[in-house]
T-cell receptor
Framework: DAGVTQSPTHLIKTRGQQVTLRCSPK?????VSWYQQALGQGPQFIFQ???????QRGNFPDRFSGHQFPNYSSELNVNALLLGDSALYLC??????????????FGEGSRLTVL | AQSVTQLDSQVPVFEEAPVELRCNYS??????LFWYVQYPNQGLQLLLK??????LVESINGFEAEFNKSQTSFHLRKPSVHISDTAEYFC???????????FGTGTRLKVLA
């Protein structure tokens, strides 16, 4: 059973560019959350997608957007990249049960470097 | 709003010694609590969780944590650590009625031979 898979694993962009990160959830999971982990910090919640809609959003600007597809996979898009967007972007999948987000299963992340 | 504080950024400890990694949280509503471990160049893996019931929870590899509501703490302990326990440990809280996890800044556990 494949776990959460993310692509690409590493990428380098320059300021002002746009980036798309992709995530396939663990088999059977219907919910995808995205987190940003800056160097030396804990993960910060960006947003969560469920039933192809953004269910909750953290304190991130509108430059950060996402999408969930009918097969539950997800994309994270970041526009007008800033140096401060350099981080490890983690995707986590889970199964909603009783209205509660279940245990999060994380992928290995996509490391974005903005020059 | 919820917050998590991990009081120690780094904890060095000799192999076979006991260790405690501290975590305190704040929340005005009931919470679920988690400990995740992150090995170098890997994603986060769930170590243990408190959802309800017994306040003492255990993992399969010898770690345990105790939920203390009066002290708003969820400290992680292991009676005897191994070199392979060297990793970064994150405490997280998820409040009832929300979908996001709030993570602490992490504690880097370094086990010395």
């Amino acid at each position: 059973d494949a776990g959460v898979t993310q692509s690409p694993t590493h990428l380098i962009k320059t300021r002002g560019q746009q980036v798309t990160l992709r995530c396939s959830p663990k088999s059977g999971h219907d919910t995808v959350s995205w987190y940003q982990q800056a160097l030396g910090q804990g993960p910060q919640f960006i947003f969560q997608y469920y039933e192809e809609e953004e269910r909750q959003r953290g304190n991130f600007p509108d430059r950060f957007s996402g999408h969930q597809f009918p097969n539950y996979s997800s994309e994270l898009n970041v526009n007008a990249l800033l140096l401060g967007d350099s981080a490890l972007y983690l995707c986590a999948s889970s199964l909603i049960s009783g209205g509660v987000t279940g245990e999060l299963f994380f992928g290995e992340g996509s490391r974005l470097t903005v020059l | 709003a919820q917050s998590v504080t991990q009081l120690d950024s780094q904890v060095p400890v000799f192999e076979e010694a006991p260790v405690e990694l501290r975590c305190n949280y704040s929340s005005s509503v009931s919470v679920y609590l988690f400990w995740y471990v992150q090995y170098p160049n890997q994603g986060l893996q769930l170590l243990l969780k408190y959802l309800s019931g017994s306040t003492l929870v255990e993992s399969i590899n010898g770690f345990e944590a105790e939920f203390n509501k009066s002290q708003t703490s969820f400290h992680l302990r292991k009676p005897s650590v191994h070199i392979s326990d060297t990793a970064e440990y994150f405490c997280a809280v998820s409040a009832s009625g929300t979908y996001k996890y709030i993570f602490g800044t992490g504690t880097r556990l370094k086990v010395l031979a």
